[in-house]
């Protein structure tokens, strides 16, 4: 399913419980003025909800619902078990989480249940039953929200016990989970189930960011992102009981790193996130976090918040320029979101989210420029909502993957600065700047609607994916790998033979070392057939060709000579192979090449700095174009007597966008 409202809702998270009851009122005038349609409530309201342990009441709760409700708002129903009250510390520490280092934490924070503890479950559960047996069939109620950006880790007893069960499930024999830790090392294999401990400062750790044991650390990682699963379904089961039909949600982070968001959204109806950039983090890796909340179902998703202005909790919480908050939010448009949310509606009088941006500022009144940019954006996205449900269609499938984030990042050399995202990032860059679309996939996707599939770092090959990816070549396809790649199994043990182990056939290649270089060290890379030099950095492969023809030689070190680049033909397909981090010229030229050799299509001919994206169905193709250089930036000659949806406008050769400038083309099919 691609369609889950019938207008673009825009609202977002609405605390009217942190106010008195004479601002209700206020709140709904002004939300009316900013066409604001919906609202995320009950979000973090356990404690008002049973402020005991056998009493509950829904008073306040009632109001709030019936207000929207009568006002005809689309409500967002949370389920508040993000943050415990405090009754049930006191009478049940067990509810506690216990740290990295050990310690049980005592009542504070949000985010504070052990996913284990069985009383948090029960109580969980519980509430999520009340609330759908009260608000379920409430048919202002558009969408469950089961508790708040899920994650965190536990490492107390019971999750310790937990971790055991997980574990016998997965490995059936203490031999096989010695096997697969390899705990012949240092001695330490285990024989009975109870010796295995998490691994946490107190055992394996080596600060928080290592490990002694990766297949440990690995698993453990696995086992933390099912438990909190495990909590989201229940209360999902819980609500589907009741109410069978309302779509269920939970917020999402972007490349957060602790939850396997892939195996999330196969439980999800439908993906929500919350959209977060720091003032310096690059367009394209917001664009490109939206491809992966998109690429998790496949589906258009949420924006379940944003900031209208500014935040509170990066180090350095700039405002949003003028338009820029409009611009980003046709962005995540663009890229598959159907709502428009922020964080929150009215800013808090307290607490650390006091200096966190709202629609209604602590001024109190709408005169504010916050205000009049967001009743802009309001009234333009109620004219829009032909686009919900649109899908983008793209030809590059660039590969995503938890267990390899987590493993990379948790191996023990060959660099500390081997970074998955910004690795991920980096090739997802080049096709961002060409405005072609990629779509971000998990291992197991189908890959054979793309021309390219793009697996850097795939440092971990998992039973079933060297199948997958050689198929996928040898009837065609066209990858790229790099460095990195086809190094470790499921649990972080070398493939043997030869790097990049699964992948050597199909890149025709072997790599004898790999070389780390220091930031301020680089390889100088020469390409074959192109009058171009330039550097390579982070690490380098030594590579020996088997099928393969090389596309660039380094030039410097004791390996010069050696191919740094290489392409080797596999069945009716190709792979490419890069051996070393190029830098951008030199990495773009041999894109610009692999973009010919595939026949790969960008979302409109014309070389432009301006975003443009296309999502489309049977009926219409919506091109959203977008400035967010600060140098003003011609129109593409496509786009030349075309209308502006958002404004009418009709766009002439004239027409230069000035930063955060937007627009949207639509072309009907017909
Ligand atoms: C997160 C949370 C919200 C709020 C915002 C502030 O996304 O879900 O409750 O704390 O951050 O940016
Ligand atoms: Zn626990």
Known sequence: MTKFFDRILFGGDYNPNQWPKEIWEEDIRIFKKASINSATVN??????????????????????????????????????TAALPAWMFKKYPEVARTDYDGRRHKFGQRHNACPNSLVYQKYAERLATKLAERYGENPQVSCWHINNEYGGECYCEN?????????????????????A??????????????EI????????????????????????????????????MMERDAIRKIDPTTPITTNLMGTFKGLDYFKWAKE???????????????????????????????????????????????????????????????????????????????????????????????VGHEDTRVFRETAALGAELAQLSDIIGTQSQAQVALIFDWDNYWALEYTSGPTVDLKYVEQIHRYYRYFYEQNIAVDLVPVDADLSKYKL???????????????????????????????????????????????????????????????????????????????????????????????AEALAHYTSNFYAGMPAVTKNTF?????????????????????????EETGITPVIKEAT??????????????????????????????????????????????????????????????
Request: net charge negative.
């Open 181 to 194: 830790w390899n705990m012949e090392f240092w001695g330490h294999t285990v024989y009975e189930w109870d």
């Open 43 to 80: 979000v973090f309201s356990w404690a008002k909800i049973q402020p005991s342990e056998n009493y509950y009441d829904f008073e306040e709760l009632d109001q709030i619902i019936d207000r929207l409700s009568k006002e005809g708002f689309d409500i967002v129903l949370a389920t508040s």
């Open 268 to 362: 999800m109806d439908l993906v929500s996130w919350d959209n977060y950039p720091s003032y310096n983090t690059p367009w394209s890796l917001v664009a490109m976090t939206h491809d992966l909340m998109r690429g998790l179902k496949q589906q258009p998703f949420m924006l379940m918040e944003q900031t209208p202005s500014q935040q509170n909790w990066q180090p350095y919480n700039s405002l949003k320029k003028p338009g820029q908050m409009r611009a980003q939010s046709y962005q995540t448009i663009a890229h598959g979101a159907d709502t428009i949310q922020y964080f929150q509606l009215r800013r808090s009088v307290g607490a650390c989210e006091k200096f966190h941006g709202a629609v209604i500022e602590h």
């Open 609 to 670: 700095k301006l975003e443009v994206a296309c999502r489309e169905n049977a009926e219409a193709k919506f091109f959203v174009i977008i400035n967010f250089h600060e140098e003003a930036q011609p129109l593409p000659e496509i786009f030349v007597g075309e209308t502006d949806l958002l404004t009418g406008e009709v766009l002439s050769s004239e027409t230069k966008l000035a930063q955060y400038t937007t627009y949207i083309v639509k072309e009907e099919r017909n």
């Open 453 to 547: 599939v793009a697996a850097p770092v795939l440092y971990m090959i998992k039973e079933g994916m060297q199948e997958r990816l050689t198929d996928y070549v040898k009837k065609g396809g066209s990858l790229l790998t790099t460095y990195m790649s086809g190094i470790v199994d499921q649990s972080d043990n070398v493939h043997l033979g030869g790097y990049p182990g699964p992948l050597r056939e199909l890149a025709g290649i072997w790599v004898e070392e790999i070389d780390a270089l220091a930031p301020e060290q680089s390889n100088g890379v020469s390409l074959v057939n192109e009058e171009l030099t330039g550097t390579s950095n982070l690490v380098s492969d030594l590579i020996h060709l088997e099928t």
């Open 197 to 232: 401990v998490l691994p946490n400062a107190l055992s394996e750790g080596i600060g928080y960011e290592k490990t002694a044991f990766a297949g440990i650390s690995i698993d453990y990682r696995r086992f933390n992102s099912d438990s909190l699963l495990k909590n989201y």
């Open 159 to 179: 999750c310790e016990k937990a971790f055991r069960v997980w574990l016998k499930d997965k490995y059936q024999t203490i031999e096989a989970v010695n096997k």
């Open 571 to 595: 069945g009716e397909g190709t792979v490419y192979y890069f051996g070393g981090q190029l830098e951008d010229q030199l990495q773009d030229q041999l894109f610009k090449m692999i973009v």
